[in-house]
T-cell receptor, first 113, second 118 residues
Framework: NAGVTQTPKFQVLKTGQSMTLQCAQDMNHEYMSWYRQDPGMGLRLIHYSVGAGITDQGEVPNGYNVSRSTTEDFPLRLLSAAPSQTSVYFC????????????FGPGTRLTVL | AQTVTQSQPEMSVQEAETVTLSCTYDTSESDYYLFWYKQPPSRQMILVIRQEAYKQQNATENRFSVNFQKAAKSFSLKISDSQLGDAAMYFCAYRSDRSNFGNEKLTFGTGTRLTIIP
């Protein structure tokens, strides 16, 4: 199994550009989420989904959109990139609730100039 | 809302020695889960150990063990016989056990960078 995959691994954008970070998992997990990691701030939740067609906002959702049309895929869209969105982005998945471990993708390092 | 605090931004330990990383959390819930994740320079998030709040027995995974003090809301990680491969950022995380929409999220602390001295 590939687990959780993310593409691209690195990306540089100019302010105002848009892009989509891809995330896919092959473990049939209902729950998927996006976090951003910034120095000294740990990981913060951007958006999450508990199944196809169901998404909701996390702690820091502004400037990002998500959709979940299939169980496997959970893309994160930056509509108009800003320097404040320079960060490392992680996608994670798990079965719903409980003791279950969340599995993380390898991360995407995004720089917005 | 739950919060997780790691008060040690950096720690160092001699190879083969023991080190303890601290974590405290704030919650009004009685049922929840606590995790320690390791992030080496490769950036990959790796689960080290987890604890169910209703269990009094502290979790152990080989050289890694926790000291879970529910009343004090403390969840420290002890690494015995430290090895060079243990060098990483370590994150403490909280997850609710309530079966409500959205409670699967992890709330992370700010991390502790562990350095192993040869």
């Amino acid at each position: 199994n590939a687990g959780v995959t993310q593409t691209p691994k690195f990306q540089v954008l100019k302010t105002g550009q848009s892009m989509t970070l891809q995330c896919a998992q092959d473990m049939n997990h209902e729950y998927m989420s996006w976090y951003r990691q910034d120095p000294g701030m740990g990981l913060r939740l951007i958006h999450y989904s508990v199944g196809a067609g169901i998404t909701d906002q996390g702690e820091v959702p502004n400037g990002y959109n998500v959709s979940r049309s299939t169980t496997e895929d959970f893309p994160l869209r930056l509509l108009s990139a800003a320097p404040s969105q320079t960060s490392v982005y992680f996608c994670a998945s798990s079965p719903l609730r409980g003791y279950n471990e969340q599995f993380f993708g390898p991360g995407t390092r995004l720089t917005v100039l | 809302a739950q919060t997780v605090t790691q008060s040690q931004p950096e720690m160092s330990v001699q190879e083969a020695e023991t080190v303890t990383l601290s974590c405290t959390y704030d919650t009004s819930e009685s049922d929840y889960y606590l995790f320690w994740y390791k992030q080496p320079p490769s950036r990959q998030m790796i689960l080290v150990i987890r604890q169910e709040a209703y269990k009094q027995q502290n979790a152990t995974e080989n050289r890694f063990s926790v000291n879970f003090q529910k009343a004090a809301k403390s969840f420290s990680l002890k690494i015995s016989d430290s090895q060079l491969g243990d060098a990483a950022m370590y994150f403490c995380a909280y997850r609710s056990d309530r079966s409500n929409f959205g409670n699967e999220k992890l709330t992370f602390g700010t991390g502790t960078r562990l350095t192993i001295i040869p």
